[in-house]
């Protein structure tokens, strides 16, 4: 997978969907295909087309990669034992939202979580300007849950369950 | 095998690319060839870039 060519300075970053309640998600080539693709799903405001995507409104964007597994070894005579990056996940997106009952990706969300075997193509897109750094992935969604307590604004939680191995860098 | 038939295989599988390109045995030359041609932000690039790391090409020194 090319890495991205740009440096962003300072950027702000947003999430992206697609917005059909059946998705076809790209495919892991076109997942690392800005033009026509990833563009696509990610709107004007992150330099995109937003054709067949839509914003999810989250708290803050999560972290997003792998998470490695190790397995360690003990060497005999050796003061150190050794350790050994082993088959690695995809970190699980957990996200945070002011719920609020009429928005279209929230509802997606829900109804993709009622689900559970709907795959989406989600984008991370960093924005500086001009200029915009994709992460693009495919996903399931889980644990979608209301968290509607009278002190506090209503918030829903939800978690994005990537794809193995679905999952690419683009850039404009 | 036929490097177009490589190629579709490639742009079109929800698999990982690395270890789907392992499986195929291409051209290098042919690789090397379309990858200078290729649009580079395409799938066909992407999957180019990939076969070319599994096939090789080293033009002979004249």
């Not at chain 1, 300075?9 to 693709?37: D, E, H, K, R």
């Not at chain 2, 690039?45 to 076969?51: F, T």
Request: hydrophobic fraction near 40%; charge should be negative; glycine fraction near 6%.
């Amino acid at each position: 997978m090319a890495a991205p060519n740009k440096i962003l300075p300072g950027f702000s970053a947003s999430l992206w969907m697609q917005s059909a309640a059946t998705p076809t998600a790209l495919t892991t080539a076109n997942l690392a295909v800005w033009s026509g693709q990833v563009a696509t799903i990610v709107g004007t405001t992150a330099n995109g087309t937003g054709s067949a995507g839509v914003q999810v409104p989250v708290e803050a964007v999560p972290a997003f990669g792998q998470d490695d597994a190790v397995a360690n070894f003990s060497v005999a005579g050796s003061r150190q034992s050794d350790k050994i990056p082993t088959q690695s996940a995809p970190t699980s997106l957990n996200v945070t939202a002011a719920w609020n009952p009429s928005d279209t990706a929230l509802l997606q969300i829900r109804s993709d979580a009622y689900s559970g075997i709907v795959d989406r193509t989600f984008v991370v897109a960093a924005v500086d300007g001009s200029s915009t750094v994709a992460y693009a992935f495919n996903g399931r969604v889980s644990q979608f849950t209301i968290d509607a307590q009278p002190g506090a604004e209503a918030k829903c939680n939800f978690t994005i369950h990537p794809r193995g191995n679905q999952y690419g860098w683009s850039n404009t | 095998m036929e490097l177009q038939a490589a190629l579709d295989e490639l742009t079109s599988t929800y698999k990982d690319l690395d270890l789907v390109a392992r499986g195929l045995q291409v051209n290098g030359k042919e690789v090397a060839d379309a990858l200078a041609e290729a649009e580079s932000d395409s799938a066909e690039a992407v999957a180019l870039r990939v076969l070319a790391k599994y096939n090789p090409y080293t033009p002979a020194k004249k």
